[in-house]
Nanobody
Framework: QVQLVESGGGLVQAGGSLRLSCAAS????????MGWYRQAPGKQRELVASITTIGGSTSYADSVKGRFTISRDNAKSTVYLQMNSLKPEDTAVYYC???????????????WGQGTQVTVSS
């Protein structure tokens, strides 16, 4: 079992930046990949970005490409999501996700964080 704890959410004006952090309860090298999802009111949860823990290969949703950057610090077992040029439509609860080795990355998440609210005002 892996516990994921997010931090860094908050209220920011459009055009501003936030950095989300996700600390895992065990070494993320033991996992295949980490990701960030978001869910806005009345919408489905969507994958924002993901990163493999060993090779550092990244993937982004088209809506955030060029604005968001996912990174990881294996020594700290932490994954980050740097969000720049934020827009009101980025407002959502952001969830950290982890994919176990031998699982179905990126189709199925094995572990979820509790979520952190990001609100972008216009």
């Amino acid at each position: 079992q892996v516990q994921l704890v997010e931090s860094g959410g908050g209220l920011v004006q459009a055009g501003g930046s936030l950095r989300l952090s996700c600390a895992a309860s065990r070494s993320i090298i033991m996992l295949n990949a980490m990701g960030w999802y978001r869910q806005a009111p009345g919408k489905q949860r969507e994958l924002v970005a993901s990163i493999t823990t060993i090779g550092g290969s990244t993937s982004y949703a088209d809506s955030v490409k060029g604005r968001f950057t996912i990174s990881r610090d294996n020594a700290k077992s932490t994954v980050y999501l740097q969000m720049n040029s934020l827009k009101p439509e980025d407002t959502a609860v952001y969830y950290c996700a982890a994919y176990r080795r031998g699982g179905s990355y990126p189709l199925m998440v094995d572990y979820w964080g509790q979520g952190t609210q990001v609100t972008v005002s216009s």
